[in-house]
């Protein structure tokens, strides 16, 4: 693929996210995550700090306003109005991630980028997951987070990202039809996994 743009779902503790960093200097391409919370801020003059809070979590009033024709993907933004800033972030990333598409290849981390870009057929999309236990010990290690609280968390985490996936796509969240590649990433090493997708896309 001379063409190609990767996103990540991925369960709370399986490695998604490094893996998706790996993969992008492996590719030797820009990787984003928290950066799309960046570029929304600076783009809606808002502070990130605004933007952190709420970022991969869903309001129930997007499909409202969209129902009433107020919002249209396809030609652009009109005024944010008094729209909650769940729905105002996710409608910025929307745009930023379909224009970061459009221009360069890259690695996208969440923001339900699997559907925003579902059209286009040069987009790879993988899913990680991993067991409880794997996920427990990846989150104290990794994250420093309570061994005790650990499970707690991490059921926490993925309810939500869940919800803000299933909101925003009218899809579930991590069942395999939404993604090219589903992978357990307790099985083998992250450098294993990275060198595993970049074969698979020199291959599409």
Known sequence: MDRFIVTIGRQFGSGGRS???????K??????????ISIAAK??????EVFEGV?????????????????????????????????KLYL???????????????VIVGRCADYVLREDSNCVNIFFYANMEYRKEQS????GIDEDRAEHIINKTDKSRANYYSFYSGQKWGMAE???????????????????????????
Do not use: W
């Not at 893996?19 to 992008?24: F, R």
């Not at 129930?60 to 024709?69: A, I, K, P, V």
């Not at 104290?140 to 994250?143: A, D, S």
């Open 19 to 25: 893996i998706g960093e790996k993969l992008a200097e």
């Open 92 to 106: 910025l990333q929307h745009k930023i991630i379909k224009e970061i598409a459009e221009r360069e290849n890259c």
């Open 178 to 204: 939404n993604y090219d590649l589903c992978i357990d990433s307790s099985k083998i090493s992250e450098e294993n996994i990275v060198d595993l997708i970049a074969e698979y896309i020199k291959m599409r």
């Open 43 to 48: 783009e809606s003059g808002m502070a990130p």
């Open 140 to 143: 104290v290690k990794k994250h």
């Open 27 to 36: 590719l030797g391409v820009k990787f984003y995550d928290k950066e799309l």
């Open 55 to 87: 970022d991969e979590k869903a309001t129930n009033s997007l499909l409202y306003s969209l129902s009433m024709g107020m919002y249209s993907f396809g030609s652009g933004f009109p005024t944010m109005g008094d729209l909650p800033v769940n729905d």
